[in-house]
């Protein structure tokens, strides 16, 4: 089985209840929920809270839902606890609660190198940055790999450093640099491994807890995506989400 388990944590530090934030007369969870729900690849969707409110929020619009620890560290702690009961789960996603409007064909897309390829244990997804706000922004992480699209690193700095040219809009033009989108599909037992590593040297310089994976040996396979994902981290990220989400909603009107 296939199945999508989404960590929504009440207690963010730089937007509290942000699980709950409404946008368009909805909780910013069942928008991540009903979003995810559009993967023809996923056969389950699990949301796991660490609140009773959002607990009985999600209940609410027909989600299931699992309690879990407040005192776990990340996301993927959580995802991890859920999976450990769910032994018929082969293998798992874990799909960010805060990104709303995430498409289900980003979902399928990192989903298929694992049904396609026995070797491949975790898949993440990239996008080619477009700006030199994205590339010099420390909150967009970049990434570089290899001809076989493993990761090689994952960093807050913009990697490749370009030696021989001037950064400005025209390295963009010439050389290719890709941003992660924060969506990961695992094996499950490669999940449950993975979780029960502890943190990493690089891990807790960049903070970037994927560094983990990678000091440790295991491999990660990129896969390179067309479509983009907005993060909700703050209150301005929120205000600029409900924007986008009229935006989307004056179109259709039209």
């Known amino acids: 089985m296939i199945i999508g388990i989404i960590p929504a944590r009440f207690a963010s530090t730089r937007l509290m209840g942000k699980p709950l934030a409404d946008i368009g007369g909805k909780p910013l969870i069942q928008h991540t929920y009903e979003s995810a729900s559009k993967s023809k690849l996923l056969k389950k969707i699990v949301i796991a809270v660490d609140d009773e409110k959002v607990k009985e929020v999600c209940r609410s619009f027909g989600a299931e839902v699992v309690m879990t620890k407040k005192e776990f560290a990340s996301g993927s702690d959580r995802i991890s606890f859920v999976a450990n009961k769910r032994k018929s789960a082969e293998i798992v996603v874990n799909i960010q609660g805060d990104e709303p409007f995430i498409s289900g064909e980003m979902i399928d897309e990192a989903i298929e190198p694992l049904l396609f390829d026995k070797q491949v244990n975790i898949a993440t997804l990239v996008k080619r940055i477009e700006t030199m706000n994205e590339l010099q ?54 999940l449950l491994k993975f979780t029960q590593l502890t943190q990493t040297d690089l891990e807790k310089t960049e903070k970037l807890e994927q560094l983990r994976m990678l000091e440790n040996g295991l491999k990660i396979k990129i896969v390179v995506t067309e479509h983009d994902s907005i993060g909700v981290d703050t ?6 989400i409900r924007a986008y989400y009229n935006w989307l909603n004056s179109g259709k009107e039209k």
């Open 137 to 190: 922004s420390p909150d967009v992480v970049k990434v570089v790999f290899d001809y076989h699209n493993n990761a090689l690193y994952f960093s807050r700095a913009p990697i490749p450093y370009v030696r021989d040219s001037v950064v400005t809009e025209n390295v963009l033009e010439n050389k290719e640099f890709y941003k992660h989108i924060g969506l990961y599909v695992y094996r499950r037992d490669y």
């Open 235 to 240: 209150p301005e990220d929120l205000k600029r």
